[in-house]
């Protein structure tokens, strides 16, 4: 499994989590919740891929957890294993019926159980690779704003006007490039997204000055900036260290610039902290643009994420959800805060001591 992979266990007994985690904490991320309504708390911030979920808990049970689980968009396609000591038929049947994936009854034989995680956690990605590659289809089938119509459209024109001027010429040949270019990035961003959802994303760890990491990856988006009149502004310790991949997590920086400049307004600023805290360190990027609307902030770090997929324009979400990615296999986390009109803030934190898993 990918190190990202992030289970939930909901049980109210602590003896029942205590077993879990000791069987499944050295290969997972975990979090925990002894009652159904944490259980949906719990699920809108740490977004599991797979959810342990006793049925008898105070509150709401277990079945009707899982039915709400199963109504809200963010957790419909979590994977859910009810485990019970209710393990009669009508008892599997009620459990299927409100949306568990798979039952397991207890006491549980753990080998069964961590066959059963691994086989839904594979399952999970292998989907996810499926939508993400449905996306991709319905954005390079449809007839506008796709960088496959900004190629063939220019050459189009250039095959039925053989005597066209050389500046009109030049013209549609840089269009036509552009978009070129455009769709080669979309590919690259799909395929690496693609192998780390599935657990073939390869990371270096080695110890790094996150200052140079950080500087590497202003120094990459100044132009940009430029362009737009943008000031980076970076605050960072003189030294700050940690055991990580620096290429990946200047990719990560890098993406949050990109999106910082992208939707801040003409001469502006983008304010880049990076500060040591509780053996992590922390990075943020600040932008002052319009912000993110409420609805949309648990959708950020999703591909393609936006409310049609015919219209969507610019980076697609992709570099967002690599971002995710990256810091996730690196054990820490990444989070957005925004308001409307004041802007947001994407902050990263990951371990300084982590070091190859």
């Not at 989590?17 to 925990?32: K, S």
């Not at 190629?151 to 269009?175: F, K, T, V, Y």
């Amino acid at each position: 499994m990918a190190q990202s992979d992030k289970i939930l266990l909901v049980d109210d007994n602590p003896v029942n989590i205590d077993l879990l985690e000791m069987l499944l904490g050295d290969d997972y991320v975990l979090e925990t919740a002894s009652s159904g309504e944490q259980a949906l708390q719990v699920t809108q911030k740490f977004h599991p891929d797979l959810i342990l979920l006793d049925i008898m808990m105070p509150g709401i049970d277990g079945y009707e957890t899982c039915r709400q689980l199963r109504a809200m968009p963010p957790s419909r396609h979590i994977k859910i294993i009810m485990v019970s000591a209710k393990a009669m038929v009508p008892d599997r049947l009620q459990g299927y019926e409100a949306g568990a994936d798979d039952y397991i009854s207890k006491p549980f034989n753990n080998g069964e159980l961590l066959a059963k995680v691994r086989v839904y956690l594979q399952l999970k990605s292998l989907q996810e690779i499926d939508h993400l590659k449905t996306d991709v289809l319905t954005l390079l089938s449809h007839e506008t704003n796709t960088p496959l119509n900004g190629i063939l459209g220019p050459l189009q024109l250039l095959r039925e006007a053989p005597e066209m001027e050389a500046s009109e010429r030049n013209e549609l040949i840089e269009m036509a490039y552009s978009s070129a270019t455009c769709l080669h990035t979309l590919y690259s961003k799909v395929c690496t997204l693609s192998a780390m959802r599935a657990g073939r994303g390869f990371f270096t760890y080695a110890s790094a000055d996150i200052r140079k990491v950080v500087q590497t990856a202003i120094t990459i988006t100044t132009p940009a900036a430029a362009a737009r009149g943008v000031h980076i502004a970076l605050t960072c310790p003189e030294a700050a260290m940690a055991e990580l991949d620096s290429e990946r997590i200047q990719e990560v920086v890098t993406a949050l610039l990109e999106n910082a400049i992208e939707v801040s307004s003409l001469d502006s600023q983008v304010d880049v902290c990076v500060v040591e805290e509780d053996a992590h360190i922390c990075i943020s990027v600040t932008d002052h643009g319009p912000g993110i609307a409420e609805d949309f902030v648990a959708h950020v770090f999703q591909p393609f994420a936006r409310d049609d997929m015919r219209h969507h324009t610019g980076g697609h979400g992709l570099s967002l959800a690599i971002a995710k990615q990256i810091v996730e296999a690196h054990k820490g986390t990444i989070a957005v805060e925004s308001a409307p009109d004041k802007g947001s803030t994407f902050t990263v934190r990951v371990p300084i001591g982590l070091g190859p898993a």
